[in-house]
């Protein structure tokens, strides 16, 4: 029997080998099976201080008169929110100037401005949140008479409601908010009698988040 040389059969053997890998090289990436770690996941955050403008309308009426105050309102709001989870807490405040008025003779009423302060709580999923809010209101309602007679006064009430804001940018939100104001009556000289607020207020907002 013939016996092959040793470095014959190391030749083949590597020639092969060799073969063997550029035909690999040349199949298509898609015969491999392959693994990527999966994307991470990034929530949006609502944690911490926000400043922010609104703007709305207001619709309301006044106790033992029969004006029903209305106008465009807006001013600025300030917050700060806590999360955990999806689950999202704060504090805000607002203040506004308002149009709000009516009148029916021989008496003018007005609410020419109004601020809140405010617990807000709600769920996140993502950058959308959907909340309550209830908490302190206070404002101005002016009475006039076709004497030119003229009478104001603060008065402090509840204010509660819900809202949702959507996160445009990590720093950024707009939001849209319904809430029901009710400001006690006070006891009016020009119209002889007690004198309240109660009010609707829809309102669109944005936020700049710090």
């Known amino acids: 029997m013939r016996t092959i040389p040793r470095a014959s059969f190391f030749a083949a053997a590597f020639s092969l080998a060799m073969a063997g890998a550029a035909v690999a090289a040349d199949l298509p990436a898609s015969n491999y099976p392959y693994y990527t770690a999966p994307a991470s996941y990034s929530a949006y955050s609502w944690a911490g201080p926000y400043l922010g403008g609104t703007l709305g309308y207001e619709w309301g009426s006044v106790s033992n008169n029969p004006t029903h105050p209305s106008g465009v309102a807006g001013g600025l709001e300030a917050g ?24 029916f003779a021989p008496w003018q009423f007005s609410n020419p401005w109004f601020g809140t302060v405010r617990g807000r ?18 404002g101005e309602l002016t009475a006039d008479t076709s004497g030119n007679l003229s009478e104001s006064h603060t ?37 002889g009698a007690n004198n309240g607020l109660a009010a609707n207020l829809l309102r669109l907002g944005v936020n700049y988040h710090f």
């Not at 804001?165 to 950024?172: D, I, K, N, S």
């Open 80 to 103: 700060f929110n806590w999360q955990h989870g999806n689950f999202v807490y704060g504090a805000e405040t607002d203040f506004s100037l308002s149009g709000a008025e009516d009148t």
């Open 121 to 138: 709580a709600g769920v996140a999923i993502n950058n959308v949140l959907v909340y309550g809010t209830a908490g302190l209101g206070y």
């Open 155 to 191: 008065s402090f009430g509840w204010v509660a409601g819900v809202g949702a804001e959507v996160g445009l940018t990590p720093q950024w939100s707009a939001k849209a908010e319904w809430l029901y104001l009710d400001f006690a009556n006070r006891g009016y000289s020009v119209t």
